[in-house]
């Protein structure tokens, strides 16, 4: 079965440097999760989209920004990248809010 | 705010010692997910509760989801080192902006063959 797909599996960065991770959700789910978890951390919400409109926002920083396209993927763009920005970088995907989500394998961001 | 609270933080077993790890929310939740995260890997979803007073079982698994629907259990019998990894929970709750989903803190569960 398709998973949730993320690019790219890892990246590194100098600071103050952008970057761009792509997440391709399961087919016919309708919500899209961004998660940042750091090192030993549970997994902290940024943000989230129903049907290509943002529906929830949490500890996204300004610098970030997020939205989701025509075709259900979605991209997480983060500019000026800081140190404390490495970490890894969850999405994850369901049918609506009612159901399990599934994640997808992640992208490792390190920032140098 | 709305907060799910997760213990033990992590713990460590003989393989074969049982395992429990709790949830508690400060407020009543719609459904609560488990999901377990492998080192290294992503969080996998196991199961979902939605009834008050659920139990569900997975081969060595039992979760159950509290009569007032604020609190849950997965408990691990028999552990073996495959269960190796940090368990989250995730409760479902009406907020002021619609349903969230908030996750636990996490229990991370060694165990030593």
């Known amino acids: 079965a398709a998973g949730v797909i993320q690019s790219p599996r890892h990246l590194i960065k100098e600071k103050r440097e952008t970057a761009t991770l792509k997440c391709y959700p399961i087919?016919?789910?309708?919500?899209v999760y961004w998660y940042q978890q750091g090192p030993g951390q549970d997994p902290q919400f940024l943000i989230s989209?129903?049907?290509?409109?943002?529906?929830d926002k949490g500890s996204i920083p300004d610098r970030f920004s997020a939205q989701q396209f025509s075709d259900y993927h979605s991209e997480l763009n983060m500019s000026s990248l800081e140190l404390g920005d490495s970490a890894l970088y969850f999405c994850?995907?369901?049918?609506?809010?009612?159901?399990?989500?599934?994640f997808g394998s992640g992208t490792r961001l390190t920032v140098v | 705010g709305q907060q799910v609270m997760q213990i033990p933080q992590y713990q460590h077993v003989q393989e074969g010692e049982d395992f429990t790890t709790y949830c508690n929310s400060s407020t009543t939740l719609s459904n609560i997910q488990w999901y377990k995260q492998r080192p290294g890997g992503h969080p996998v979803f196991l199961i979902q509760l939605v009834k008050s007073g659920e139990v569900k079982k997975q081969k060595r698994l039992t979760f159950q989801f509290g009569e007032a629907k604020k609190n849950s259990s997965l408990h691990i019998t028999a552990t073996q080192t495959t269960d190796v990894g940090t368990y989250f929970c995730?409760?479902?709750?009406?907020?002021?902006?619609?349903?969230?989903?908030?996750f636990g803190a996490g229990t991370r569960l060694f165990v030593k063959a």
């Open positions: 989209f129903y049907e290509k409109m943002q529906s």
């Open positions: 995730a409760g479902l709750a009406m907020g002021t902006g619609g349903f969230k989903t908030i």
């Open positions: 994850a995907s369901s049918f609506g809010s009612n159901y399990g989500y599934t």
């Open positions: 087919p016919r789910h309708d919500t």
